[in-house]
């Protein structure tokens, strides 16, 4: 919702004061459909050029996702955390190997099932089952697997990142297409410079409309919407972050309710639930 008003706001302040200073926005949208075609389309084909076909896919995804709003809120925090609690209470209650069957098929588990919105998470259950599974093993003491937690955390987001980046490189592209257009717009004018001034003042506003609109689609459109990804990128890595911790909070010999508060003050303040709350919603479940 906050893109679709930001880029309203955006077009009613540059196109409305550019009429309301008297500017003839007739030029601009007759030259429209030709800039747009050569600008989006030399970009488009860069875009292709320069990157794989997953981070392809990734990228439109990430641009699908940044019109949705977050999932990561206080309520999916306090579920996740309630999970992690039932999960080493039990561990602690009756031993590591009494979650064995949780940890090899969280799907039909009790204890996943609880908590539809985590449990039913596939990156979120295959990171927690992952290292639950090596604490049941227990060939790994707690610096080994941190070490190898931050390896993934890392692997993630890398990988995750990777779209952000295409984006911000269409980005940096775009003036220069614009620049392009807005040069073949001149040599197009220069070819018929026997025109009268009239026609040939047309014809350099229209070309003109190329450097504008590559400028305008780079750091008005492109380039937000790259740093608007980024950031909800973020939030995902900062979910395995909290798991990280509490785990490894557990396996240092923390009680779990103090494990899962290890786990809360690592989320970002806007959705980190307080102490009572967490205390209570793990009560209620």
């Known amino acids: 919702m906050f893109v679709i008003i930001g880029w309203v706001l955006m077009l009613i302040c540059v196109f409305g004061v550019f009429i309301v200073h008297g500017g003839n926005i007739s030029v601009i949208l007759k030259a429209l459909p030709f800039e747009m075609t050569t600008i989006f389309g030399a970009a488009i084909g860069a875009f292709l050029a320069n990157n794989q076909m997953p981070v392809v896919k990734a990228a439109a995804a ?3 996702l940044c ?3 977050s999932k990561y809120t206080k309520d999916r925090y306090m579920e996740l955390l309630a999970l992690l609690y039932d999960i080493l209470q039990k561990a602690r209650k009756e031993g590591l190997m009494s979650i064995e069957k949780d940890v090899e098929d969280p ?13 039913h998470d596939h990156h979120v259950t295959e990171f927690v089952t992952d290292y639950l599974r090596m604490m049941v093993s227990g060939n790994l003491n707690a610096h080994e697997i941190e070490a190898l937690m931050d390896a993934e955390i890392e692997t993630h987001h890398h990988e995750a990142h990777a779209p952000v980046a295409a984006l911000q490189r269409l980005a940096g592209g775009l ?3 614009g620049i392009v257009a807005a040069v073949l717009g001149v040599v197009n004018t220069m070819g018929s410079v026997g025109q009268p001034p009239a026609v040939l003042g047309g014809m350099i506003g229209s070309a003109l409309v190329g450097t504008f609109l590559g400028i305008f689609l780079a750091y008005g459109m492109a380039e937000p919407l790259a740093g608007l990804l980024e950031q909800k990128l973020d939030e995902a890595g900062k979910e395995l972050v ?3 911790t509490t785990l490894l909070a557990s396996m240092q010999g923390y009680a779990p309710q103090v494990a899962i508060e290890f786990g809360r003050k690592v989320l970002y303040s806007n959705v980190r639930p ?3 709350e967490l205390e209570a ?3 209620k479940k």
Request: some cysteine; glycine content about 12%; hydrophobic content about 35%.
């Open 274 to 276: 307080t102490f009572v």
């Open 62 to 64: 990430g641009v699908g």
């Open 281 to 283: 919603h793990v009560k």
């Open 242 to 244: 909290c798991i990280k």
């Open 107 to 119: 799907h039909n588990s009790p204890l996943f099932q609880k908590y539809p919105n985590v449990g």
């Open 175 to 177: 003036p220069a297409f």
């Open 67 to 69: 019109f949705k709003g």
